[in-house]
């Protein structure tokens, strides 16, 4: 409701602004739209460009740290796999694992020691099958309580391949480094006869952020799938929980990329999940950001913009001027015409559109001149006409028949019945015909329509009978004389005399809302739909007649000639059940000194 009144108050301040008003607001209205649109649109295609090659980037830097691992697992790979041609170390590990105790060592630091000279490793290890360190290459001891057996089955079950694994016991925290586990295999048998554990130094880790180059915009975090931290070594907290937040979701689901929120700040993730590596990398951006730069532009547009704006308005102050100038002049001329000086001619003889217009109401002008004197004879031709069309309700087949009937009384002496014929007929006449006024009060309808009947009972003895209802608050409302006598004559000559029943006619008045319906009902012949005497428009309610139903078409002319196209006639009949027609007027009480040819209600 507030809106629609806002926008009610809006477009009403706005439709009463003069014209150079209306072009400045409409101008800077505009300008201000179009550096909106261009500013959003600028925005949204910028921010979506920005984290499209932001993901791209991260997507390119994930499928590197992949590459990095698949090369680091190939090359420690090499360097275990020659353990297996090596027969001294063959030898110490069948002695070690048979039943015979020898008592013979045979060192392999040399070998060792020349695997762990690749620049990732820390430190070599190798284990017999029952979990015994025999060698390595920093300690005599056994490191971390020796091999585990579930590590050694694993092994055992893949000897050709390597097996990462995060040997922390802790979950969901942080690990230095990871090892890479190999068997070491006979080259008899082809089984494996012990277990080399190559741990990877962290530090040089590190340097895979080198090989990949990340930009400063994003963070590349890497856990092992025990949920510990392998990567980087100093952290953000809010983005160290996204990236959590980013594994367990992959544990959950599969899926762990997309945009998450921590501390109402959006981050851009992409991941690159490596379960042959144990690891899980992930690609952390915020989008603030992303889009630092784009803010920054975009308050470089919003001041050009806002330089734009004022000049649009120095621009349509000139040019509103120009244009409205015209305007201005040809509107006084138009307030003076509608003045009532018609005689006034605007005379511009310029070939713009304005002088175009000008001209064009000066030939209106001359035009109304031409119809309000054509307006004015046909009034006078109307009110001719109209006049003409009461007396023609009035028959001179009414009058003979009622003279003959007369006639007919006085001669078999029934002169109580040619005194009361002969009476209700002159008042009849002298009803109808009196003061010449076309709009009376409906007590003074009711009473012609009271002698008419008396005459027509006198003419039709015993064949109908009448009632007249009319409340009384209604009997000082205006209708259009002789507006009811049509519609009675239309039930006795069309309805009633062509029955053998007793006809009965009954005239009745209501009021509904602001709306006096007046009926008149007989139980005469009635007519179908389909009838040629009279059908009804049922889009505007016209009566339109056929052959005698003339009576009732003027009436229904002349009720919506003198109040308005709301009103008149509807007829509503059945064949062989009767006719029940209602006028419908306006609820208006009468005027004694109205002009009835002028008035209308419209």
Not at 150 to 163: I, K, T
Request: overall charge negative; aromatic content about 8%.
């Amino acid at each position: 409701m507030l809106l629609q009144t806002g926008w009610k108050s809006a477009q009403h301040f706005f439709q009463n602004l003069k014209i150079r008003p209306k072009i400045q607001l409409f101008g800077t209205a505009l300008t201000v739209l179009l550096c909106l649109i261009f500013l959003s649109f600028y925005s949204s295609v910028a921010a979506r460009t920005t984290v499209e090659r932001a993901t791209r980037n991260a997507e390119e830097n994930l499928t590197r740290i992949q590459l990095y691992f698949q090369h680091l697992n190939t090359e420690i790979a090499g360097r275990l796999s020659h353990l297996d041609t090596s027969i001294s170390l063959r030898q110490m590990l069948e002695d070690q694992n048979g039943t015979q105790d020898s008592g013979t060592v045979w060192s392999v630091d040399g070998l060792l020691a020349d695997i762990q000279s690749l620049a990732c490793l820390e430190r070599v290890e190798l284990y017999t099958l029952d979990g015994v360190c025999l060698a390595a290459t920093r300690t005599t001891e056994e490191p971390d309580g020796g091999l585990k057996p579930e590590v050694q089955a694993e092994v055992c079950a893949s000897p050709a391949d390597n097996l990462w694994r995060d040997d922390s016991d802790a979950r969901n925290s942080r690990t230095d480094g990871i090892s890479v586990y190999r068997a070491v295999v006979s080259r008899e048998t082809g089984m494996p006869i012990g277990v080399t554990r190559a741990v990877l130094d962290g530090a040089a880790l590190a340097d895979i952020y080198n090989y990949v180059g990340f930009n400063l915009s994003s963070e590349l975090y890497i856990f092992t799938m025990s949920g510990n931290l392998l990567l980087p070594k100093e952290t953000t907290p809010s983005i160290l929980r996204v990236g959590r937040d980013s594994f367990e979701t992959y544990l959950d689901t599969g899926e762990g990329e997309g945009r998450y929120w921590f501390q109402n700040e959006a981050y851009c993730v992409q991941s690159l999940p490596l379960p042959e590596y144990g690891l899980y990398a992930v690609s952390i951006a915020p989008y603030s950001s992303l889009l630092q730069d784009i803010r920054l532009l975009q308050m470089t547009i919003l001041s050009l913009g806002l330089l734009c704006v004022a000049a649009e308005l120095v621009f349509f102050f000139f040019m509103g001027r120009a244009v409205s100038r015209p305007i201005v002049e040809l509107t006084r001329q138009v307030e003076r015409i509608r003045s009532g000086n018609l005689s006034l001619r605007i005379q511009n003889s310029d070939r713009s559109e304005i002088g175009i217009l000008a001209g064009s109401i000066d030939n209106m002008l001359d035009r109304i001149e031409a119809l309000m004197q054509e307006v004015a004879e046909a009034e006078r031709q109307k009110r001719t006409l109209e006049l003409r069309s009461l007396q023609t309700q009035i028959t001179p087949h009414f009058l003979y028949n009622s003279l003959d009937n007369l006639s007919a009384l006085a001669q078999i002496g029934d002169m109580e019945g040619a005194y009361g014929m002969a009476h209700a007929l002159g008042e009849f006449y002298r009803s109808v015909l009196s003061d010449g006024r076309s709009i009376i009060r409906l007590r003074e309808e009711i009473d012609i329509i009271d002698s008419y009947l008396r005459v027509q009972s006198q003419r039709y003895r015993d064949r109908f009978d009448y009632q007249i209802d009319i409340p009384p608050e209604l009997e000082q409302i205006q209708i259009v004389k002789l507006t009811i006598q049509p519609l009675v004559e239309n039930a006795i000559y069309h309805g009633i005399r062509n029955v053998r029943r007793m006809g009965h006619i009954r005239i009745t008045g209501r009021l509904e809302e602001e709306q006096v319906i007046l009926a008149v009902e007989d139980n005469g012949k009635g007519f179908p739909q389909e009838s040629d005497r009279l059908t009804q428009s049922g889009e505007k309610g016209d009566l339109i007649f056929h052959r005698k139903g003339f009576g009732m078409f003027n009436a229904d002319q002349r009720i919506k000639l003198y109040f308005g196209p709301d009103y008149g006639l509807r007829v509503h009949s059945e064949r062989d059940v009767g006719t029940c027609v209602e006028i419908c007027l306006p609820r208006k009480p009468y005027e004694e000194a109205q002009d009835d040819f002028s008035f209308n209600c419209r």
